[in-house]
């Protein structure tokens, strides 16, 4: 039971235009939610998270949105950089359960 | 900055063997966690300690795999036997509590011939 799917495996974008990350979920005791970034030979990193009482947080060039009645959220970036070529990883848990993660955007800005 | 740190970075064996992955989390960090990484798949919690004690391994394949975290420090996962399908990265990940941000090691690549 996949309760956190990124549907999307991959997504190539120019250098300077925006990246959107998609990912959906199922279970809606989810009350929070992150996104970590992941380089090759190296463990994910934190980047960015939102609780269900918003529906955007924002940090620099990374903006989440959250669409609760959707089930859904999304990652932006803008602009894109080729140093954002990684792996995203959406992860969501609720008060006292484990983190879920999806399966993972790989992402490739281009020069 | 203070990081998580694992050993080994990656580890290659024969399915019946046994191997053990160590892991120091963040100075002052209380909770611990152990990830196993498919290729393709997202990491999935193994166990999760709260200081020295084990508050979940509902994940855990109990009849091969172990986990401990004797001073509450670090701790050791440990496979045995070792399997094919045990092939993965395993990361370790460390919070100041459990409902805090995770912070991840560089994870250990275990490969089963």
């Known amino acids: 039971d996949q309760q956190v799917k990124q549907n999307s495996p991959s997504l190539s974008v120019q250098e300077g235009r925006i990246s959107i990350l998609n990912c959906d979920y199922t279970?809606?005791?989810?009350?929070?939610f992150l996104w970590y970034k992941k380089y090759p030979a190296e463990g994910p990193t934190f980047l960015i998270s939102?609780?269900?009482?918003?529906d955007k947080n924002e940090d620099g060039r990374f903006t989440v949105f959250l669409n609760k009645s959707a089930k859904h959220l999304s990652l932006h970036i803008v602009p894109s950089q080729p140093g954002d070529s990684a792996v995203y990883f959406c992860?969501?848990?609720?008060?006292?359960?484990?983190?879920?993660f999806g399966e993972g955007t790989q992402l490739t800005v281009n020069p | 900055e203070a990081e998580v740190a694992q050993s080994p970075r990656y580890k290659i064996t024969e399915k019946s063997q046994a191997v053990a992955f160590w892991c120091d989390p963040i100075?002052?960090?209380?909770?611990l966690y152990w990830y196993r990484q498919i290729l393709g798949q997202g990491p999935e919690l193994l166990v999760q300690?709260?200081?020295?004690?084990?508050?979940?391994d509902s994940q855990l394949p109990k009849d091969r795999f172990s986990a401990e975290r004797l001073k509450g420090v670090d701790s050791t996962l440990k496979i045995q036997p070792a399997e094919l399908g045990d092939s993965a990265m395993y990361l370790c990940?460390?919070?100041?509590?459990?409902?805090?941000?995770?912070?991840f090691g560089p994870g250990t690549r275990l490969l089963v011939l």
């Open positions: 300690f709260q200081d020295e004690s084990v508050v979940d």
């Open positions: 100075s002052g960090h209380a909770t």
């Open positions: 939102i609780s269900s009482i918003k």
């Open positions: 990940a460390s919070s100041l509590g459990p409902q805090e941000t995770q912070y």
């Open positions: 279970n809606s005791m989810f009350d929070y």
């Open positions: 992860a969501a848990r609720w008060s006292g359960s484990r983190l879920t």
